[in-house]
């Protein structure tokens, strides 16, 4: 029903800077909030940042606030995570995450991306 496709990641040196692009298709009438998530080689998977479309409020773990900065362009449903200042620690496959209402009378139901590849060398 919901197809999420994220790119932009790659390998990029400490204090370099990335942006993560997700594009999201398929059939739904509404997208409730959407999110970067992101999971480090022997960790849990952790959030990165959301935010909620009608009025663009965000959410940012404290590990990035100040360094990443999360948008949305509502015409296309896309999702887009500007990364700046990166350090080793950010390393990890990162996920693209949204509440997609899929049928008119229905709840939000969620969808994940396959991931992209960040690393960042030190």
């Known amino acids: 029903q919901v197809q999420l496709v994220e790119s932009g990641g790659g390998l990029v040196q400490e204090g370099g800077s990335l942006t993560l692009s997700c594009a999201a298709s398929g059939n739904f009438v509404g997208i409730n909030n959407m999110g970067w998530y992101r999971q480090a080689p022997g960790k849990q998977r952790e959030l990165v940042a959301t935010?909620?479309?009608?009025?663009?409020?965000?959410n940012y773990a404290n590990s990035v606030e100040g360094r990443f900065a999360i948008s949305m362009d509502n015409a296309k449903n896309m999702v887009f995570l500007k990364m700046n200042s990166l350090e080793p620690e950010d390393t990890g496959v990162y996920f693209c995450?949204?509440?997609?209402?899929?049928?008119?009378?229905?709840?939000?139901?969620?969808?994940w991306g396959q991931g992209t590849q960040v690393t960042v060398s030190s």
């Open positions: 935010i909620v479309p009608s009025g663009g409020i965000t």
């Open positions: 995450n949204g509440g997609f209402r899929t049928t008119r009378y229905s709840g939000a139901s969620n969808f």
